[in-house]
């Protein structure tokens, strides 16, 4: 008996947007109902046996056309995981025995790797893991910290991602916090990590409020969004939160996202020069 066109969308979507005809089938989906969906435009052909629906994510059906699944930091950003960089191509899972498929206007980034896929996606740890070993450390601390923020990573998680990383890399796992408030604080606190400088994250100062970080117990540090701050109405409370600190005798250092990202230079030397002269220390006036 012929399927509607719009259940046969509901099918896709109920297995996650992915499909194959051998999966349809076993919902009682005929090929010619699944045909009429194609033409109808409530499934999207991908490639022989392959199917999607057409609010498909662009990375999804990229990765498919190209023979994978979606891994590494694309995996990650469409899970609305905090990415630093801007990461314009595809990074596609491929596994050993796949094969690459030619596709127009072809950017995708290759992961040879022998891990599952469901639903054209890797799992969160798989791709944590790829970014480790594609875009580096801080990519990867950053990723994982908002990961575990959102929850999309539990203890068990942590630990299986931990005991597959490199030995050497294993320590991130265990420096990374499930209360990191934005990728620019993880990055932060993990670059003044190698110079031994010991930060307090997400603290309560009374009649302040919540501030980002605290070097000593004197010295604020605050990172701002790439556009959390930009308003007259933030820069007002930012500047009201700063008078509020210095009169109780703390320093605020405050810094935005492109200085962080891009001009990381300065950000170091305006926080190494506090701390080097022991203005981030309650005792006296530091030294000068």
Known sequence: MPVEPHLVHQACADLGGVVSARELDSFGI???????????GDLVRIRPGTYVTPEAEP???????????????????????????????????MRPTGRRRPHPACRCVQHWNDVSSSAGLVSIVD???????????EEFFVCLESAMRRRLIDRRGLDR????????????????????????ESLLRLRLRRYGIDVQSQVEVPGVGRV????????????????NH??????????????????LG???LRFDY?????????????ILARVDRGLHLSRGLGRL
């Open 30 to 40: 005929d090929r010619r109902s699944l045909a009429r969906a194609v033409r109808t």
């Open 250 to 252: 703390f320093e605020t």
């Open 212 to 227: 980002d970080f605290v070097v000593g117990d004197r010295l604020i540090l605050e990172v701002d969004g790439r556009s």
């Open 59 to 93: 990375d999804l059906v990229t990765a498919l056309l190209h023979g994978g699944a979606v891994g590494c930091v694309s995996r990650l950003r469409l899970a609305g995981v905090w990415v630093l960089g801007a990461h314009p191509e595809t990074h596609v899972a």
């Open 230 to 247: 930009e308003s007259p109405q933030h820069r007002h409370k930012d500047l009201r939160r700063d008078a509020l600190a210095a009169a």
């Open 258 to 270: 492109a200085l962080v990202v891009h001009e990381w230079g300065i950000v170091e030397a305006a």
């Open 161 to 184: 991602l931990s005991s597959g990383l490199p030995a050497e890399h294993r320590w991130l796992t265990e420096f990374a916090r499930w209360n990191a408030d934005s990728g620019l």
């Open 127 to 137: 791709a944590l893991r790829q970014v480790l070993g594609c875009l580096g450390a």
